[in-house]
């Protein structure tokens, strides 16, 4: 239906605050590595199915995604989190240092293939990208370091 309101409430049951100004500031500052992204996807994960969390979202938005894409994200989370866990403190830190060894190494540990691996690290890219420009964006910086503020205050 697009409850927006038991959406955030779900949100503020599973999300600590502090965690999430940690992980906002960091992303702001240009800082991000795959130890971010563990952490946003558990976030995610902790707020249960995301067929579940999109229902809450408009009919407008909920009703553009394709059937089954839910599902694929879904279990593609899952194993993303596998691959990560398979990896070193280093790794989590500094993806760049994954080459083709390093890539096999983490694919045996994970129980995926090297292709599941190196889906992984472009992901992250894309989403390092993303973030990049957002965060290169003056306005929108500024924004949300005052809505953090804000938070810390209220």
Not at 26 to 47: A, C, N, T, V
Request: glycine content about 6%; charged content about 35%; overall charge positive.
């Amino acid at each position: 239906m697009g409850d927006i309101q038991s959406l955030l409430e779900m949100a503020q049951g599973v999300i600590d605050e502090k965690d999430a100004e940690d992980t906002a500031k960091k992303l702001m500052s240009g800082k991000f590595s795959l130890r971010e992204m563990y952490d946003q996807m558990k976030m995610i994960s902790g707020m249960g199915p995301l067929q579940k969390i999109f229902s809450r979202f408009p009919m407008e938005l909920s009703s553009k995604i394709p059937k089954g894409a839910m599902e694929d994200t879904q279990d593609k989370l899952k194993k993303f989190k596998i691959i990560m866990d398979s990896m070193t403190d280093e790794e989590m830190d500094n993806p760049r240092i994954i080459k083709s060894s390093r890539v096999k190494r983490i694919a045996l540990g994970s129980g995926c293939e090297p292709r599941d691996v190196k889906a992984l690290l472009k992901y992250y890219n894309m989403t390092r990208k993303a973030i990049k420009g957002y965060s290169s964006n003056r306005k929108m910086r500024k924004t949300l370091m005052q809505q953090l503020k804000f938070a810390e205050n209220g």
